[in-house]
T-cell receptor, first 112, second 113 residues
Framework: DVKVTQSSRYLVKRTGEKVFLECVQD?????MFWYRQDPGLGLRLIYF???????EKGDIPEGYSVSREKKERFSLILESASTNQTSMYLC???????????FGQGTRLTVV | KQEVTQIPAALSVPEGENLVLNCSFT??????LQWFRQDPGKGLTSLLL?????REQTSGRLNASLDKSSGRSTLYIAASQPGDSATYLC????????????FGTGTRLLVSP
């Protein structure tokens, strides 16, 4: 079975902290994605990576960066967390462009 | 800009009913459409993927259809069960050079025993 694992289910961080969200997939997928999900706004793409060390900005990259040093791992970094980054963060991966995307269980981040 | 709409936003049915969830999109230049299920506080579970060249896909009690020219997809759930209660999301895969999924805001389904 396809498996995408996010390192934390729940996180509480303080304003100004640097926050790392980790995602690992075990399917040798090329593509990995970070989304955030907010009530009334749905899922929005933050960043995506199509290969090791390659990344592309999504719709809402401001305040975030990413790292993909190994094929199976994709990290989302909040350089200086702010309260408006309180959200559910979802990682996904897919083998190729026309393949299904598989999601992790989500990380509920609260910034206080 | 692609916009994806799901109607209704919420649906409540008794167990055993057959039901249809709707998804519409504004730009027909898609390469696939995917239906997901999301339980409260959880991630998304992939249900069905329809490529742009296909008309429908089936998995168990689920059947998804795609009419690309009219910008519509439907998810048909046969003989609904309380365990089907969840939010159902559709997402279109845009042909932008990488796999960008544009999501609808979902239909929240409640199936009562």
């Amino acid at each position: 079975d396809v498996k995408v694992t996010q390192s934390s289910r729940y996180l509480v961080k303080r304003t100004g902290e640097k926050v790392f969200l980790e995602c690992v997939q075990d399917m040798d997928h090329e593509n990995m994605f970070w989304y955030r999900q907010d009530p009334g706004l749905g899922l929005r793409l933050i960043y995506f990576s199509y290969d090791v060390k390659m990344k592309e900005k999504g719709d809402i990259p401001e305040g975030y960066s990413v790292s993909r040093e190994k094929k199976e791992r994709f990290s989302l970094i909040l350089e200086s967390a702010s309260t408006n980054q309180t959200s559910m963060y979802l990682c996904a991966s897919s083998l190729r462009l026309d393949n299904a995307a598989f999601f992790g269980q989500g990380t509920r981040l609260t910034v206080v | 800009k692609q916009e994806v709409t799901q109607i209704p936003a919420a649906l409540s049915v008794p167990e055993g009913e057959n039901l249809v969830l709707n998804c519409s999109f504004t730009d027909s230049a898609i390469y696939n459409l995917q239906w997901f299920r999301q339980d409260p506080g959880k991630g998304l579970t992939s249900l069905l993927l329809i490529q742009s060249s296909q008309r429908e896909q089936t998995s168990g009690r689920l059947n998804a259809s795609l009419d690309k020219s009219s910008g519509r997809s439907t998810l048909y759930i046969a003989a609904s069960q309380p365990g089907d209660s969840a939010t159902y999301l559709c997402a279109v895969g845009e042909d932008t050079g990488f796999q960008k999924l544009v999501f609808g805001t979902g239909t929240r389904l409640l199936v009562s025993p």
